[in-house]
């Protein structure tokens, strides 16, 4: 396993995270059990995994990720979680409004630990961006003092803002107030490498991706759908991939996968510390952790995929 550093923190992150959220959700989606779930955890503990990711808004995804890791030496390992703050959308959800402190006290029973190492606004859009500041940010930094949480980080929305406008304007009025970014970065969403990542490279902010591959690239026949669908807006040139399994191309030498070559693009910007997978599958943790043994493509292929999807920003 690669480690790198997660930018100011200075935390010692493997290259493959791992997520519980995402369509899995910890494998619930998948029936996995408790049994399943910690032989998932003991795997990829085991692979050289060292970065879990939870949220409490993902079920009882947080008290599953506490279970599973429940004795192992807590040095091996680093929690990063989540709390939506109730903004926009939020702001009528009961579940939100009991207050960042006491969100934070219920990670840390769910999850067993007496610290969190990143504590992550969750899903803030660029227009809610200035209140959760002004807002929850001094909470925030109260619990970082009383040494309940370690470092303070960012999540943006996956679906709403494919270009990472939140991202941006985090990193253009706040650096300093943000040791960790979370946001989408894959072959079909390169927007964040034109401003983003840059920025977070001058700033010392790490970079946790959270979905090099994930919906577009994973189901039968969505990337044909994706690809086509580039091709009529003129994104792509008709002429430049086959309306059929369209990235087949990718797959040589070490790359045995188009989801494979998912993971190595989004681990191959200098600016990204970490990429999750989530998936519920031993097998598919060991593809992506083997992937990920050397993460980058062929110089010819990864500038063909800036050159064609350079501007593209699918949201999934």
Known sequence: MIYRTLGRTGLKVSLL??????????????????????????????????????????????????????????EMYFIATKWGPPLGERAGRRADLAGLAESVERSLRRLRTDYIDVMQFHGVAEADYDAVVDRFYPTMKSLQQQGKVRFIGITFPLKSEPRHEGAVKALREGPKLWDTIMLKYGFLNQRAAKEVFPMAIEHDVGVINMAAVRLSLTRPGRTDEVVARLKSEAVIPRGELPDEKPFDWLIRGDVDSVISAGYKFGANHPAVSTVLTGTSSIDHLEANAKALEKPALPAEDQERLVRLLGDSAEPD
């Open 17 to 74: 995270g791992y997520g519980t959220g995402g369509p899995s959700q910890f494998g619930a989606r998948a029936g996995v059990d408790r049994a399943g779930r910690q032989r998932i955890i003991r795997r990829a503990l085991d692979l050289g995994v060292n970065l879990f990711d939870s949220a409490e808004g993902y079920g009882a995804s947080e008290e599953w990720l506490g279970d599973a890791l429940d004795g192992v030496t807590r």
